[in-house]
Protein backbone atom coordinates (compact mmCIF):
# COMPACT_ATOMS: atom_id res chain seq x y z
CA UNK A 1 0.00 0.00 0.00
CA UNK A 2 0.78 3.55 -1.11
CA UNK A 3 -0.02 6.70 1.39
CA UNK A 4 -0.69 9.89 -0.39
CA UNK A 5 -0.96 13.17 1.51
CA UNK A 6 -1.62 16.63 -0.26
CA UNK A 7 -0.18 19.85 0.96
CA UNK A 8 0.05 23.66 -0.07
CA UNK A 9 -3.52 24.41 -1.30
CA UNK A 10 -5.10 28.06 -0.22
CA UNK A 11 -6.27 31.23 -1.63
CA UNK A 12 -4.32 33.39 -3.74
CA UNK A 13 -5.38 36.09 -6.35
CA UNK A 14 -5.27 35.65 -10.08
CA UNK A 15 -1.21 35.85 -11.03
CA UNK A 16 -0.18 34.39 -8.21
CA UNK A 17 1.85 31.23 -7.32
CA UNK A 18 1.35 28.33 -4.74
CA UNK A 19 3.07 25.09 -4.61
CA UNK A 20 1.68 21.87 -3.47
CA UNK A 21 3.36 19.03 -1.99
CA UNK A 22 2.50 15.18 -2.12
CA UNK A 23 4.42 13.27 0.51
CA UNK A 24 4.57 9.71 -0.40
CA UNK A 25 4.87 7.17 2.54
CA UNK A 26 4.22 2.85 2.51
CA UNK A 27 5.16 0.70 0.11
CA UNK A 28 7.75 3.01 -1.82
CA UNK A 29 10.34 0.55 -2.86
CA UNK A 30 8.37 -0.19 -6.23
CA UNK A 31 8.63 2.00 -9.23
CA UNK A 32 5.39 4.52 -9.34
CA UNK A 33 4.91 7.25 -11.68
CA UNK A 34 3.20 10.34 -9.77
CA UNK A 35 0.75 12.45 -11.36
CA UNK A 36 -1.51 15.88 -10.32
CA UNK A 37 -5.04 15.80 -10.96
CA UNK A 38 -7.68 18.33 -10.71
CA UNK A 39 -11.28 18.41 -10.15
CA UNK A 40 -13.60 21.40 -10.19
CA UNK A 41 -17.01 21.47 -9.16
CA UNK A 42 -19.29 20.12 -11.64
CA UNK A 43 -16.91 18.40 -13.76
CA UNK A 44 -14.51 15.72 -14.47
CA UNK A 45 -11.41 14.84 -12.70
CA UNK A 46 -8.55 15.68 -15.37
CA UNK A 47 -5.05 15.60 -15.82
CA UNK A 48 -2.74 18.48 -14.85
CA UNK A 49 0.67 17.26 -14.45
CA UNK A 50 2.96 13.75 -14.54
CA UNK A 51 6.41 12.74 -13.95
CA UNK A 52 7.93 9.49 -14.58
CA UNK A 53 9.45 7.74 -11.59
CA UNK A 54 13.63 8.52 -12.38
CA UNK A 55 11.86 12.20 -12.65
CA UNK A 56 13.42 13.19 -16.00
CA UNK A 57 10.00 13.13 -18.37
CA UNK A 58 7.39 14.92 -17.69
CA UNK A 59 3.86 15.62 -19.24
CA UNK A 60 1.55 18.74 -18.66
CA UNK A 61 -1.69 19.66 -19.82
CA UNK A 62 -2.26 22.39 -22.88
CA UNK A 63 -4.08 24.36 -19.87
CA UNK A 64 -1.24 24.30 -17.87
CA UNK A 65 1.59 24.27 -19.70
CA UNK A 66 4.26 26.81 -19.53
CA UNK A 67 2.77 27.76 -15.93
CA UNK A 68 3.10 24.58 -13.58
CA UNK A 69 6.08 22.59 -12.96
CA UNK A 70 5.58 19.38 -11.28
CA UNK A 71 8.97 17.43 -9.79
CA UNK A 72 9.88 15.19 -7.20
CA UNK A 73 12.64 13.73 -4.79
CA UNK A 74 12.92 10.67 -4.28
CA UNK A 75 15.10 11.10 -1.12
CA UNK A 76 12.43 12.92 0.50
CA UNK A 77 9.60 10.61 -1.48
CA UNK A 78 7.93 14.17 -2.14
CA UNK A 79 6.28 14.99 -5.31
CA UNK A 80 5.88 18.88 -6.16
CA UNK A 81 3.74 21.27 -8.22
CA UNK A 82 4.52 24.63 -8.83
CA UNK A 83 1.76 26.72 -9.58
CA UNK A 84 2.82 30.24 -11.11
CA UNK A 85 0.68 32.55 -13.32
CA UNK A 86 -2.87 31.03 -11.68
CA UNK A 87 -6.14 32.02 -13.42
CA UNK A 88 -9.52 31.88 -11.72
CA UNK A 89 -10.25 28.68 -14.12
CA UNK A 90 -8.03 27.09 -12.19
CA UNK A 91 -9.71 27.01 -8.83
CA UNK A 92 -10.10 22.68 -8.16
CA UNK A 93 -9.20 20.69 -5.81
CA UNK A 94 -6.02 18.98 -6.69
CA UNK A 95 -5.20 15.46 -5.80
CA UNK A 96 -1.53 13.25 -6.20
CA UNK A 97 -1.75 10.30 -7.65
CA UNK A 98 0.72 7.17 -8.00
CA UNK A 99 0.63 4.61 -10.77
CA UNK A 100 2.73 1.34 -10.39
CA UNK A 101 4.98 1.60 -13.50
CA UNK A 102 8.06 4.17 -15.28
CA UNK A 103 5.89 6.09 -17.96
CA UNK A 104 3.19 8.59 -16.84
CA UNK A 105 -0.42 8.52 -18.27
CA UNK A 106 -3.19 10.76 -18.20
CA UNK A 107 -6.38 8.50 -17.45
CA UNK A 108 -7.11 8.93 -13.79
CA UNK A 109 -8.40 4.91 -13.40
CA UNK A 110 -5.07 3.94 -14.73
CA UNK A 111 -3.67 5.52 -11.01
CA UNK A 112 -3.48 3.05 -7.70
CA UNK A 113 -3.46 5.18 -5.46
CA UNK A 114 -4.50 9.00 -4.48
CA UNK A 115 -4.35 11.68 -1.66
CA UNK A 116 -7.28 13.08 -0.35
CA UNK A 117 -6.82 16.21 -2.17
CA UNK A 118 -6.05 19.99 -1.22
CA UNK A 119 -8.51 23.01 -2.38
CA UNK A 120 -6.76 25.34 -4.41
CA UNK A 121 -9.10 28.68 -5.01
CA UNK A 122 -7.80 31.57 -7.60
CA UNK A 123 -9.59 34.98 -6.87
CA UNK A 124 -9.94 37.78 -9.70
Known amino acids: QVQLVESGGGLVQAGGSLRLSCAVSGRTDSNYAMGWFRQAPGKEREFAAG????????KYADSVKGRFSISRDNAKNTVYLQMNGLKPEDTAVYYC?????????????????WGQGTQVTVSS
Open 51 to 58: ITWSGDMT
Open 97 to 113: AAQRGFWVVTTANSYNY
